[in-house]
């Protein structure tokens, strides 16, 4: 494969970022994976390809936007979005544990930059 460093778009910071991905997850592990006390004896990718992951609740909140923030909740297997969470007035927006996913798409109207 063939890099050209001239090509590769930069960066662009977190406060300036029109979409982020966020990935909110606690405890994962596969499903058949063994474990004794605190240590993983088989971490089971032979036996099964599902993952195990603990949801968690968690309020965010984002640098400032000029214009409306919208977050969206992604299926985990197509990235598609299925369903969109309230934003608070402040940009900040909560992921309850129901959201059923560890993925979420937080886009960001730039238009007013």
């Not at 990718?45 to 923030?69: H, Y």
């Amino acid at each position: 494969m063939l890099e050209c460093d001239s090509c590769k778009p930069e960066p662009t910071p977190v406060e300036r970022a029109r979409r982020v991905l966020v990935c909110l997850v606690g405890n994962a592990r596969n499903e058949a994976a063994v474990i004794q006390g605190r240590t993983i004896v088989d971490p089971g990718w032979e036996k099964s390809r599902a993952v195990l992951a603990e949801p968690l609740e968690a309020t965010l909140a984002f640098p400032s936007s000029p214009g409306p923030t919208k977050v969206y909740a992604l299926s985990a297997r197509t990235g598609e979005r299925r369903g969109e969470l309230p934003v608070n007035a402040d940009g900040s927006f909560t992921i309850p544990k129901s959201a059923h996913t560890i993925y979420f798409e937080v886009v960001r109207d730039r238009t007013e930059e």
